[in-house]
């Protein structure tokens, strides 16, 4: 069963440092996003990505964060200063054309020190 | 008032036994239903969709009330494997899914 793959698995980084997380989605799906979890919170969206471009995107995604699909297979998140709090779980996601179910990938660990 | 709510927990189940629990909605233009299963440290992971009419994935049967803007998940003869956190997700416009908090699940011998 094709499934989203997310690398770094965790990752340690300094408050400052540019971080980027990278997501491989399902090949024939259409629409991607990024979501993130805090420690004992809930998942939180935060950005969605369409035909190369941002669709929507929440508070939380600021100026210090942007997404690109630099080729045909990955999707990467992009933090450039890390604060402590950016510390959580990013997940990736992808759909395929018709929208329907969303297939997460396994996460990157991020910590902020 | 939250935009998708959930009672924490943890409900400990006996195994064997049935456990069900409901999920809140504000948005009345919410148009899916999901309810993902995650497990500590874990991404979410789609248990089953819920559709208007109800549906049941074997031991797992979901609802949705429209009029009281509420979805419910039913496990029937809960297994040890049961054990998790089971998160309610809507959308609405657009594509984003916005989750509630989870519900833990305990489910002892």
């Known amino acids: 069963e094709p499934e989203v793959t997310q690398t770094p698995s965790h990752q340690v980084t300094q408050m400052g440092q540019e971080v980027i997380l990278r997501c491989v989605p399902i090949s024939n799906h259409l629409y991607f996003y990024w979501y993130r979890q805090i420690l004992g919170q809930k998942v939180e969206f935060l950005v969605s990505f369409y035909n190369n471009e941002i669709s929507e995107k929440s508070e939380i995604f600021d100026d210090q964060f942007s997404v690109e699909r630099p080729d045909g297979s990955n999707f990467t998140l ?15 996601a992808s759909v395929d054309r018709l929208q329907e179910t969303q297939y997460f990938g396994p996460g990157t660990r991020l910590l902020v020190l | 008032r939250k935009e998708v709510e959930q009672d924490p927990g943890p409900f400990n189940v006996p195994e064997g036994a049935t456990v069900a629990f409901n999920c809140t909605y504000s948005n009345s233009a919410s148009q899916s239903f999901f309810w993902y299963r995650q497990d500590c440290r874990k991404e979410p992971k789609l248990l089953m969709s ?13 609802q ?40 833990r699940v305990l489910v002892k011998p």
């Open chain 2, 64 to 103: 949705l009330n429209r009029a009281s803007q509420y979805i419910s998940l039913l496990i029937r003869d809960s297994k040890l494997s049961d054990s998790a956190t089971y998160l309610c997700a809507v959308r609405a416009a657009g594509n984003k899914l916005t989750f509630g908090g989870g519900t």
């Open chain 2, 50 to 62: 819920v559709y208007s009419s109800g549906n049941e994935d074997g031991r797992f049967t979901a």
């Open chain 1, 78 to 92: 992009k933090i450039r200063s890390t604060k402590l709090e950016d510390s959580a779980m990013y997940f990736c």
